[in-house]
């Protein structure tokens, strides 16, 4: 079973943007929210040269990195186009307006 | 939910407890008499009438009326009379006790009786609960105050009516409607028309923004304001005030909108108090199995209040369905519910909006948009797999149902797939027909006097004319007839049509924007100028993008276009930049930050410096360096420290260097005749005024300006994109200079006597380069491009024009400089910069 982690509203990621999260012993976690209010989570690194992905511009259901420009799809983390490589993506979902988290499996352990 | 006081039970407690003598039929109690609880009561007529004893209890005073139709009700198009589904007959000739005006309080499982506030109690052999949703009420101060309505019942209605009166009695009232959803946005509308000023309060961007995606909410919003509606999005209630009863709703940032009537439409939740007093098990609603039987299986529970494999429904059209199933298993057939698929129409006279499904796609799902600025329409079709998954339709929804249809038989539309999002007509009749699904053969199919460009009226024959005359391109056949220059719905069109002419000869055109759209740079620019576009839904929506929301090169582009085009109007668009300029420091390959504060003209102090040091031990940055462009850069500075670091700076009087920027980077000088003994002017000072005067422009690239004091020109001034040399005489004006990627020297302008006219010239001459140039050209590229002599005709040649570009060129100064730095340190977008802050789950907690 998945435990999952509140971490707040939609209305705490702005539109066409991300947010951070950090959980202790885990890489940081992007959330983001499109502008047609999906929201998706990756790990904030951009399969190229790690690139915080959270800095991207969102446009459709794509982050393009804020380092070179590479193309992310949301929902799968694959780059698009020309380019080849693939960010971990966590399980997110929305319930009752919260946006809940897919615990990582290190964190479930300690607990 | 709030039950109406003062109402009598239509029915006495005495008759009640008289079981009709001989009637040994199972019991069936139904809670609820709403749209699905008397809708489960017909379908279990229909199919075995006579097997269940049947009393509904209902809240309400009334029979049983359609609830979606209160919305004309509320607008005059309908009576209460004609939305009433089922009349006193009705249930007195189908053998059913109707009890209204007496909702149930208790349930008691184990001795299967319910009790209602009446007292009255009643033995049931299966229960059926229908209690429907109860309306969300924001949790505000002054939530309670008379005149704070929510719309939901033929209640909620007579509210709003008699304070419409109430308003024209005094001479037109105002209401306020919290909420830009269907709900909300049917008050309104129903208001509006009812005469009272109404003001809609949205706390998203977009309304509907759970059933319309940002283009067609724009749409809608534009609509609305035209006919008279003040609709506020991005708008937080923080109070609704006024001592006794409503007089206005305040907001988070400080407006106030005075109302006579608040009406809270922000949502619902399905209404399970009585399920969960009585131990049901209850998720976000009473939960419920494929035939409607919830945690007891003498329990059964219908419409808005469950909760059906993890999905609670606020529409009507799976109430049927689930209707239709739960009379199936209490007749002993087991069909079993699925769950649904639904769309929204909104029931607004005159305003078409249609919604279907998943229409914010997702994975592997592609967007097909078609945008009809001069019928005011837009169609969004999103297909996965060959399959309609989602579709939005605004202006045209005719095609809404077929749409719908094939969303719900998941058929594939790969054969269709070009023609799909032209609708019905033309995709599958004009195909079964005999018309051919090429697109080319359909064109050429076309009469010579057949429109092609509906917003300038030009022929098929005029385009095959100026094709024939020689215009072998897009471009050429735009400027030639104006076909497609307009909104470029019919660019496809004019493109069918010389492939159809010329075959392999079709001359490519000059590059666009960007693949979302057809329009090159400076026919966005001259088009958001001349239609006097304000946002960028708009121009996305009026140019027809072929994207719904743009991609990574456009949303910059246009962010800029506007914010040139309607200084101190344009809200600057911060998701559509890019990181350095929505962070306002330059990102690192780490993910740190650097932080460049202004040092005017080169020139810097104790203080300054002093404050550098400190933040660099302060929060510890690994390294300070002097910039090619004469200041400090202080680096590894982390996102959430940034704020801090900047109010640090403010503090010793430094402002943001926008080293980051599309926009006045530095302005480098020598140190010129105050100390030099070759300088011939105070270049140092000159430089200094520049900067002042330059400093937070947003351009199409980033600008450097230097100003030597002799033609050694020590600060570089002819590899800059505005040079001053100072000679004894005056200063020589240059322009166009690189000193990166390709090193280019500037281009002389003139020669002036005085620093005014020095400062004059500049300023012109970066409005003609801010007003003309493409987004991320620099200007020597754009010199190359349109001539120096180009530029010297807008510059120096003409005294007046310079003076008016200079003109523009202050005024939207006026509103730029503003230290964006000193903005975020007091708490502007705090959350650009903090982590959200997860909740800590319980059993972590524990374990800690
Ligand atoms: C910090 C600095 C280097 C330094 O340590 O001295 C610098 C650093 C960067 N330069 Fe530069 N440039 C710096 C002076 C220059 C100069 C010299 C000057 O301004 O006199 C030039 C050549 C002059 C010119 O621009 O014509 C220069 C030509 C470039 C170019 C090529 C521009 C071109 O048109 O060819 C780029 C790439 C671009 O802009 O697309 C660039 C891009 C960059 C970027 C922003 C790369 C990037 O996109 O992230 C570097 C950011 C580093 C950082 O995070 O701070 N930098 N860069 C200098 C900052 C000056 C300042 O105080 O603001
Ligand atoms: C103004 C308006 C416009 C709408 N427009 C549309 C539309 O265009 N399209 C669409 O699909 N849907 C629309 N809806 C939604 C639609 O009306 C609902 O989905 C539908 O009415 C839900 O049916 P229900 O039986 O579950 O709840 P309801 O119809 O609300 O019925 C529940 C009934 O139970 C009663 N009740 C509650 N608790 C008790 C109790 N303890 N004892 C006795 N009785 C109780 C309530 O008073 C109510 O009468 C609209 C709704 C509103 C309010
Ligand atoms: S020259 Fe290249 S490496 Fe050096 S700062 Fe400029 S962009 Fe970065
Ligand atoms: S690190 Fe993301 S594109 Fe290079």
């Known amino acids: 079973m998945t435990d999952w982690i509140d971490i707040g509203t939609l209305a705490d990621i702005p539109q066409r943007g991300a947010r951070t999260v950090r959980i202790e012993g885990e890489p940081d976690i992007a959330v983001f929210r499109t502008g047609d209010d999906r929201v998706f989570a990756l790990v904030n690194e951009c399969p190229h040269k790690k690139g915080p992905l959270s800095q991207g511009i969102v446009h459709g259901h794509s982050v393009a990195c804020p380092l070179h420009n590479w193309n992310i799809a949301l929902a799968s983390g694959e780059a698009q186009g020309a380019d080849s490589g693939c960010t971990p993506t966590i399980a997110v979902r929305k319930e009752d307006g919260r946006i809940l988290l897919a615990r990582p499996e290190a964190m479930k352990d300690a607990a | 939910m709030e039950f109406q006081d003062g109402i009598e039970p239509t029915t006495d407690y005495e008759d009640m407890l008289i079981v009709p003598s001989g009637d040994v039929r199972e019991h069936l109690v139904v809670v609820g008499n709403g749209m699905a609880g008397c809708r489960a009561v017909e379908e279990l007529l229909a199919r075995d009438a006579g097997r269940y004893r049947v009393t509904i209890f209902g809240a309400e005073p009334h029979v049983n009326y359609n609830r979606i139709m209160l919305s004309p009700v509320l607008a005059g198009e309908k009576t209460f009379e004609q939305i009433v589904i089922n009349t006193r007959e009705w249930y007195d000739d189908s053998g059913i006790e109707l009890i209204t005006a007496d909702p149930v309080t208790a349930i008691d499982r184990a001795a299967r009786t319910v009790t209602a506030r009446s007292g009255r109690t009643v033995h049931y052999d299966r229960l059926l609960i229908a209690t429907g949703s109860d309306p969300f009420i924001i949790p505000v101060p002054g939530k309670d105050l008379p005149g704070v309505i929510s719309f939901r019942d033929m209640h909620d209605v007579d509210t709003m009516l008699a304070a419409a009166e109430a308003g024209k009695a005094a001479g037109g009232g105002s209401a306020v409607v919290i909420g830009g959803g269907l709900l909300g946005l049917e008050a309104a509308h129903g208001l509006t028309l009812r005469g009272m000023k109404v003001t809609v309060i949205h706390l998203m961007p977009t309304l509907m923004e ?31 005030y006024g001592g006794g009863k409503v007089e206005g709703v305040r907001l988070k940032d400080g407006r106030e909108i005075p109302a006579s009537l608040v009406v809270m439409a922000v949502g619902i939740r399905p209404s399970v108090g009585l399920a969960r007093a009585a131990g049901l098990e209850i998720g976000r609603g009473i939960k419920v199995d494929d035939h409607m039987v919830t945690s007891d299986p003498a329990v059964l529970a219908v419409g808005e209040c469950v909760e059906h494999d993890g999905n609670v429904y606020g529409l009507v059209a799976p109430l049927w369905d689930m209707c239709r199933s739960l009379a199936d298993g209490l007749t002993d057939r087991h069909t079993g519910y699925r769950g649904s698929v639904t769309s929204t129409k909104l029931k607004v006279a ?92 359909a064109v050429a199919a076309l009469s010579d006097d057949a429109e092609i460009c509906g917003c300038n009226g030009v022929s098929k024959g005029l385009v095959l004319g100026c094709i024939k005359a020689g215009a072998c391109s897009l471009d050429a056949v735009r400027a030639s007839c104006k076909a497609s220059a307009s909104c470029g719905s019919c660019t496809g069109l004019v493109e069918n049509l010389l492939m159809l002419t010329l075959g392999g000869d079709v001359e490519a055109g000059p590059k666009t924007l960007c693949k979302c759209t057809s329009f090159t740079h400076d026919d966005v620019r001259r088009e958001i100028v001349a239609q006097d576009m304000k946002s960028i839904p708009e121009v996305m929506q009026k140019l027809h993008w072929s994207t719904p929301d743009g991609c990574s090169s456009c949303r910059p582009a246009l962010n800029y276009y506007l914010l040139c085009a309607l200084p101190g109007e344009y809200v600057d668009d911060q998701q559509s930049r890019f990181v350095n300029e929505r962070m306002h420091a330059n990102i690192q390959k780490d993910g740190t930050y650097s932080v460049v504060p202004r040092m005017w003209g080169g020139l810097t102090n104790p203080r300054e410096l002093r404050a550098i040091a400190d933040v660099v031990e302060k929060y510890e940055a690994p390294m300070v360096k002097v910039t090619g462009g ?219």
């Open chain 2, 210 to 240: 759970r059933q319309l995606d940002e283009a067609a909410g724009w749409l809608l919003k534009s609509a609305l304001e035209s006919r008279g509606q003040t609709i506020l999005t991005g708008a937080d209630t923080a109070e609704i």
């Open chain 2, 350 to 441: 005159g305003l078409d909006v249609f919604s279907a499904g998943d229409f914010s796609g997702g994975e592997g799902c592609e967007d097909i948009v078609l945008r009809d600025a001069a019928r005011g329409v837009y169609k969004r079709v999103v297909v996965k797999d060959d399959r309609i998954v989602g579709a939005v339709l605004y202006g045209d929804t005719a095609d809404g149902g077929w749409y719908f249809d094939l969303l719900k038989k998941g058929e594939s539309v790969a054969d269709i797939r070009d023609l799909v999002i032209f609708g019905q007509a033309y995709a599958v009749l004009g195909a079964s027909g005999g018309g051919a699904l090429d697109p080319k053969a």
């Open chain 2, 630 to 848: 004469q200041r400090l850069d202080i680096f590894g500075i982390k996102k959430e420290d940034l704020p801090a670091v900047w109010a640090d700076l403010n503090a010793a009087g430094m402002v943001s260097g926008h080293a980051y920027g599309k926009s006045l980077r530095t302005v480098k000088t020598c140190v010129g005749s105050e100390w030099c003994r070759f300088g011939t002017q105070d270049s140092t000072g000159l430089g200094v005024k520049t900067e002042r005067m330059t400093w937070g422009s947003w351009m199409p690239h980033k600008f450097k300006i230097a100003v030597s004091g002799c033609p050694r020109n020590c600060a570089e001034a002819t590899i800059k994109d505005f040079g001053v040399v100072c000679v004894d005489s005056g200063y020589e004006l240059s322009v166009g200079g690189n000193g990166g990627i390709k090193v280019r020297a500037t281009d002389f302008l003139c020669k002036v006597s005085t620093e005014e006219e020095a400062l004059e010239y500049c300023a012109a001459f970066i409005q003609v380069y801010r007003e003309e140039a493409r987004y991320l050209e620099r200007t020597a590229p754009w010199i190359e491009r349109v001539g120096v002599e180009y530029v010297k005709s807008r510059v120096v040649e003409d005294d007046a024009g310079r003076k008016a570009l200079a003109a523009r060129f202050l005024h939207a100064q006026s509103f730029s400089q503003e230290d964006p730095w000193a903005k975020r340190a007091s708490g502007d977008r705090v959350d650009l910069h903090r982590h959200l802050e997860p909740l800590v789950p319980q059993e972590l907690a524990a374990a800690e």
